[in-house]
């Protein structure tokens, strides 16, 4: 008897993985910033004729984003389902007038945990944000990275900039469009609903015949390879078609530490080069470890962080850990030209991940985050281009002579630290960091 199809099914065996699932057939587009990636998305929302899901952080009407906002209005007008959740901390400055515009429209718009007027943020689950930026249109298109609804030029809280910020973000067509699509939906279901869609499917799987399936299929998610397929997977992420994918997140349920766990096995694997950049880093004890091995061992690490910082206290937390990874032969260097938001790890030129997730507590404890993994010569090579571009606009940070920043950069150190176990605290989060 064939296997039945069940779509519902099929969901919730993807969310129930704790480890990257790699799929191929896919077709991955690097996007440079807002300037590449807004267009890209007009034209699929113009093109949609059945369903868009979003869900984003942060959200402006002002400047070039406005042309996305504008095709989410136009498609809901010809009836496609257009569903989009924002985060209520993130897009607070977002003027009301667009909200009442997309929902005038037909946008089915919700907000990610509004902040309540009287408790605020002595909630500890309103410290747990949505920071994803997801699109999917019509299960054959999506997007994922680190770029905003928001001008490249347009910053909250320092207004118009002469240069745009650097990001990136990837254009996905093939099997890896169907987890974006359906984490999208499950952040919307959450927001709107207060939960995910994931428990109606557990009340939905216990009926009559349902749970053996279940059970089945929960298995068969646990993608338990022989060795024999590892090695042709092995194989196929060397060739440029298909481009082989994983979508990774962080959800603050069942795969916590997706994200930061791939990308520690990737630093500990390398044997050549590792590229990595990000805005906020300030990684627990592990991760800088894994970087200083891989440097100790002889492979050429390099971070690229921010030169012109958007918040003074998040560069603070970045340089208290400079003499520290230096000492090991990292290479740190600050982009100089514009603020940097881009969230980009490359590893020996077949590797690579860009997404929504920073290396620092909110990013790898509290908020919800998704990136996109990539095991691509081609696509890696064209990245790895494009990021030789970004250090070359760089300046490296020199190292310390002697590597002891003596009593008052250990006292920068202890107050960062003792800052970062406080608003983990506050927020409900268990355990060191």
């Known amino acids: 008897m064939p296997p039945v199809h069940d779509e519902a099914l099929e969901r919730l065996a993807w969310y129930a993985q704790r480890r990257p699932v790699f799929t191929g057939g896919n077709a991955v587009q690097l996007l440079r910033g807002g300037e590449a990636l807004f267009p890209a998305l007009r034209d699929a929302l113009d093109g949609a004729r059945q369903q868009v899901w979003v869900a984003c952080y942060m959200v402006s009407p002002l400047?070039?984003?406005?042309?996305?906002?504008?095709a989410?209005?136009?498609?809901?007008?010809?009836?496609?389902?257009?569903h989009m959740v924002v985060d209520a901390v993130g897009s607070n400055l977002a003027p009301h007038s667009l909200w009442r515009e997309l929902e005038a429209a037909g946008v089915q718009l919700t907000q990610f945990r509004p902040l309540h007027r009287v408790w605020g943020l002595s909630d500890p689950g309103a410290w747990r944000r949505m920071h994803m930026k997801l699109f999917a249109v019509d299960d054959s298109h999506a997007f994922v990275g680190g770029i905003n609804l928001i001008d490249d030029r347009y910053d909250g809280h320092h207004g118009?900039?002469?240069?745009?910020?650097?990001?990136?973000?990837?254009?996905?067509?093939?099997p890896a469009a169907i987890p974006i699509q359906h984490t999208a939906m499950a952040m919307w279901t959450r927001a709107r609903f207060g939960r995910d869609w994931r428990d109606e499917l557990l009340q939905w799987a216990q009926g009559p015949g349902r749970v053996a399936r279940l059970r089945q299929l929960w298995q068969d998610a646990r993608l338990r390879l022989r060795p024999s397929e590892q090695g042709r997977l092995a194989h196929a992420a060397t060739r440029q078609e298909p481009v082989r994918c994983a979508f990774v997140m962080r959800d603050n349920l069942r795969q916590r530490r997706t994200i930061e766990r791939a990308a520690l096995q990737a630093i500990h694997q390398a044997r050549e080069r590792i590229d990595l950049v990000t805005p906020y880093f300030y990684p627990r004890k592990a991760f800088r470890l894994a970087l200083s091995q891989a440097a100790a061992r002889g492979v050429t690490v390099r971070l690229l962080l921010q030169g012109r910082p958007d918040f003074r206290?998040?560069?603070v937390a970045a340089q208290v850990l400079y003499a520290e990874l230096q000492a090991h032969g990292v290479h740190i260097h600050e982009y100089?030209?514009?603020?940097?938001?881009?969230?980009?790890?490359?590893?020996?030129?077949?590797?690579?991940?860009?997404?929504?997730?920073?290396?620092?507590?909110?990013?790898?404890?509290?908020?919800?985050?998704?990136?996109?993994?990539?095991?691509?010569?081609?696509?890696v090579?064209?990245?790895?281009?494009?990021?030789?571009?970004?250090?070359a606009l760089s300046r490296e940070v020199p190292a310390w002579p002697d590597h002891d920043p003596g009593w008052h950069g250990r006292l920068r150190r202890r107050a960062v630290a003792w800052l970062a176990q406080a608003y983990l605290r506050l927020s409900g989060a268990t355990g060191r960091y």
């Open 72 to 82: 989410l209005m136009r498609a809901a007008r010809r009836g496609v389902q257009v």
């Open 313 to 315: 206290i998040a560069a």
């Open 160 to 174: 118009w900039q002469d240069t745009p910020r650097l990001d990136y973000a990837l254009a996905v067509q093939g």
């Open 336 to 379: 100089q030209p514009a603020f940097l938001h881009a969230k980009v790890l490359c590893v020996d030129g077949v590797w690579a991940t860009v997404g929504s997730s920073n290396l620092d507590p909110l990013s790898l404890v509290l908020n919800l985050e998704a990136n996109l993994i990539v095991r691509d010569r081609a696509f």
């Open 63 to 70: 400047g070039r984003s406005g042309q996305v906002l504008a």
């Open 381 to 391: 090579s064209h990245l790895t281009t494009e990021l030789a571009r970004d250090f």
